[in-house]
């Protein structure tokens, strides 16, 4: 069974029949996302990562078969080698498991919370996970045991030298945030494996089941993927994926109704623009491009000339500020790329989110951005600062619940914001308050935010959303765009939940300046709430 949604990774843990009572069997099958290097900032000579291995936090893991059950995960280490980065954990369930179960948590997944780069495991030429530890007879499924841990380690690319701290992801445990990586010649060696002595029965006090491993060959193939941040205002949203940054300036601010005439605001907000524009590009690419885009009324040709026009007059705008040391390229490509969804119940929404003119260009990935101490840039757009902070440090106790909602028997608890370098991580718990299995609807009309972009998840937490008490802006869940074009969140995905459980989820945002000690949520269709804390 293959999951659809979350962190763009498919993923399912499959056990085997029936055995003895409190056993069973898990397998791994995962699909994680694209190729890529991840460049990251230079920085002064930074002061050595304290290692205190192991790193233990406990979680509740969705199940097919409702048998949902408490993990305790304990990173043992996460070492980088010349070839691969390895990840050692071990898995203790605190339950009974019977029969034949679906995991549909996320796989183990890293991110580099500074560099916005998520890191999966590797995956064969087939598509399939299949490096690291596998279950006895090379049969993909592992026995389960309670209270019995499960040593495994799993393979990643070689993160970059310059990264000293990753968040683990996964496996129903939220984020762990400052795992720290060793550098070593050679990985720990591999235990001998015993685990297909205990599929049937069940093991000593005290023992750890262990297996084969599968380390990388010829055919595994790298997954990480760049985050995309998504930042909106009345004025501007701002993208940034990688070292791309794409502005995108509201027209019905800029201009005058089916006109290139530019509004009282326009110059005001071009200046803005244009200053976050010199901050972040990069200096070695001087290149910007200038698209205008329109709804869908009208003509192609009357959008297409029209769009051509409002680009060519945001671009006379920006050479004014930025002056002639830059190179510009002017397209129009009037309805052709929309970012939302018209002729729905939000049509006049979405038509207003899809005029646009937007400018992009490469960042500067040498510089890390705005310090987490910076106030507000009343120069340039505030949609278009990156604050960066420290990658967080590691903590399983997740604080005093801040806010709580309840809608449709289910409860929603949320914890205190946390930064981790250029994000911020939301945790909220979610309990069914009654005395039934039920489903949540997160994608209702009602949760929706009118005209808001389409790549955002509808069915997870990627619907939620950050906002700024002090000023417009909105901050999306980060999501991750696959080589087809398809999007996922960096969140979790909300299945059934069982009567009187807690589900802990997460859900990651581009940061807030670092005076910001509030922020407001919009969680789908449990309205918003205010005022949760940010540490």
Known sequence: MVRKTPLALASSLVSGSLLLSGCGLVQDLEKPGEDGESPSPESPEPEPVEEDFPYTKTGRVFLDTGQDTELELSITGLERTPEHTVLHYEASYKDQLRGSNTRMSTPPTLVDPVNGRVYNQY??????????????????????????????????????????????????????????????????????????????????????????????????????????????????????????????????????????????????????????????????????????????????????????????????????????????????????????????????????????????????????????????????????????????????????VTASETEDDVRLDVYPLRRDGAYVIGTVELTNTSDEPTELEFDSEEARIPGGPDQFEKGTLGGFQLLEPDSDLVRYVAQMKSADGKYASLAEEVHELQPGEPYQLIAMFPAPPGDVEELDMRAGPFGELEGIALE
């Open 123 to 400: 995956i064969d030429e087939d598509g399939v996970t299949s490096y690291g530890s596998h279950g006895p007879k090379d049969s993909g499924r592992f026995p389960v045991h309670e209270g019995v841990a499960n040593e495994y380690r799993v393979y990643f690319p070689r993160i970059p030298e310059d990264v000293r701290q990753v968040t683990f992801v996964g496996r129903g445990m939220g984020a762990m945030t400052g795992i720290p990586i060793q550098d070593v010649e050679e990985e720990k060696p591999t235990p001998d494996p015993n685990g297909d002595e205990y599929v049937r029965t069940e093991p000593p006090d005290g023992t750890n089941l262990t297996f084969e491993v599968r380390r990388p060959d010829s055919e595994a193939q790298a997954v990480d993927v760049d985050l995309e941040s998504f930042v909106d205002s009345d004025l501007a949203s701002t993208t940034r994926d990688g070292d791309q940054e794409t502005m995108a300036l509201h027209s019905d601010v800029m201009f005058e109704f089916d006109e290139s005439t530019l509004t009282g605001e326009a110059e005001e907000v071009v200046t803005k623009a244009a200053a976050s524009l010199e901050r972040n590009i990069d200096p070695e690419s001087s290149e910007i491009t200038v698209i205008g885009h329109t709804d869908g009324k009208g003509s192609d040709s009357y959008n297409d000339e029209l769009s051509e026009e409002r680009a060519e007059t945001v671009r006379d705008l920006l050479r004014e500020e930025l002056g002639e040391d830059y190179a510009f390229d002017v397209e129009g490509r009037g309805s052709e790329e929309p970012v939302a969804e018209e002729g729905g119940p939000d049509d006049e929404e979405a038509r207003a989110r899809n005029r646009r003119v937007e400018f992009s260009y490469e960042v500067d990935r040498d510089s890390p951005g705005q310090d987490s101490g910076n106030g507000d840039q009343e120069d340039s757009l505030g949609a278009a600062e990156r604050n960066v902070s420290e990658p967080a440090p590691f903590d399983p106790e997740l604080g005093e």
